[in-house]
């Protein structure tokens, strides 16, 4: 099993309406949390840090529940630009010093 | 401000050739990390240095890996006779300190191995 969960997708959403993804872990000591963007052919750009229960900005919001060990990822008001992959990763620390990532989930966001 | 540059961006190799790629770092960036990126999937972890040390190198595929940082700012990730399985993007990324702050990744190099 994958220590960092996401569903694929693809996500196809409308233009303007709120989408919620969400991301699993499996590694109880993972210490800090992050999302990233992706877009086609491009690197990942952060997109927001999690390290307490949750984080705002903007349209975006991340949360996390230790104790269901998954973080979400709610977009409001979408738009065409926020189509694309959305990474979830995971930092546990502890000599483990590089990022745990998932596969992402593709959002399509339909005008 | 610069941020984390690569080179090259895309390279070709002839299965059983070696390949060196670069990372120049955030200027200031103490912590360097590689990742292997294969189509569809997410980022997966190579090795990490702090400033010139190589202090995990778990992500490491094969001994035909190698990594160095020798002046603690540009990195080169270096791969030995390189195979068909060697084909992702090696992507670099950088943060300010050794206590965890946001990686922030460069462009990639495209590798294709034939």
């Known amino acids: 099993r994958k220590e960092v969960e996401q569903d694929p997708g693809p996500f196809n959403v409308p233009e303007g309406a709120t989408v919620a993804f969400n991301c699993t872990y499996s590694?109880?000591?993972?210490?800090?949390f992050f999302w990233y963007r992706q877009d086609c052919r491009k690197e990942p750009k952060l997109l927001m840090s999690v390290y307490s229960s949750g984080n705002e900005d903007g349209r975006f919001t991340a949360q996390l529940n230790r104790a269901s060990q998954y973080i979400s990822l709610l977009i409001r008001d979408s738009k065409l630009s926020d189509s694309a992959t959305y990474l979830c990763?995971?930092?546990?620390?502890?000599?483990?010093?590089?990022?745990?990532f998932g596969k992402g989930t593709h959002l399509i966001i339909q005008p | 401000g610069a941020g984390v540059s690569q080179s090259p961006r895309y390279k070709v190799a002839k299965r059983g050739q070696d390949v060196a790629l670069r990372c120049d770092p955030i200027?200031?960036?103490?912590?360097l990390f590689w990742y292997q990126q294969a189509l569809g999937q997410g980022p997966e972890f190579l090795t990490y240095?702090?400033?010139?040390?190589?202090?995990?190198k778990s992500g490491l595929p094969s001994d035909r890996f190698f990594a160095e940082r020798p002046e603690g700012s540009v990195s080169t990730l270096k791969i030995q006779r390189t195979q068909q399985e060697d084909s992702a993007v090696y992507l670099c990324?950088?943060?300010?300190?050794?206590?965890?702050?946001?990686?922030?990744f460069g462009p990639g190099t495209r590798l294709t191995v034939t």
């Open positions: 200027s200031g960036h103490v912590s």
């Open positions: 240095f702090q400033n010139e040390a190589q202090l995990d």
């Open positions: 590694n109880s000591a993972s210490q800090s």
């Open positions: 990763a995971a930092y546990s620390g502890g000599g483990a010093d590089g990022l745990t």
């Open positions: 990324a950088s943060s300010l300190a050794r206590e965890f702050y946001e990686q922030y």
